[in-house]
């Protein structure tokens, strides 16, 4: 399961950061990521950290969000800054990896943060 936090109103050009935990009989973690879904839209990728140590960022918000791990704490961070109006949305972290004993795959969605860039 994975539990995020850190969503709120900020006004533009603010900063929030968002931090998604994982919990359970989680053996290993691939990847990590953020994603959001803005009233009426599809939910799209925001940004990405694989297993690997690679990330990626919607072109949207590179060079303004920064993704990280913490693998000990199991958890992601999306540190947002410069925010803009059009980065309102719910966001919601996903992860996938293996749990339990018999090593199954999971892929796990957050419930979602409310995020919004408003004067």
């Known amino acids: 399961q994975l539990q995020a936090s850190g969503g709120g109103l900020v006004q533009p050009g603010g900063s929030l950061r968002l931090s998604c935990a994982a919990s359970?009989?989680?053996?290993?973690?691939?990847?990590m990521g953020w994603y959001r879904q803005a009233p009426g839209k599809q939910r799209e990728l925001v940004a990405a950290?694989?297993?690997?140590?690679?990330?990626d960022y919607a072109d949207s918000v590179k060079g303004r969000f920064t993704i990280s791990r913490d693998s000990a704490k199991k958890s992601v961070y999306l540190q947002m800054n410069s925010l803009k109006p059009e980065d309102t949305a719910v966001y919601f972290c996903?992860?996938?990896?293996?749990?339990?004993?018999?090593?199954?795959?999971?892929?796990?969605w957050g419930q979602g943060t409310q995020v919004t860039v408003s004067s």
């Open positions: 996903n992860a996938d990896g293996l749990y339990g004993s018999r090593l199954l795959p999971f892929n796990y």
């Open positions: 950290s694989t297993g690997g140590g690679r990330t």
């Open positions: 359970g009989s989680i053996f290993s973690i691939n990847a």
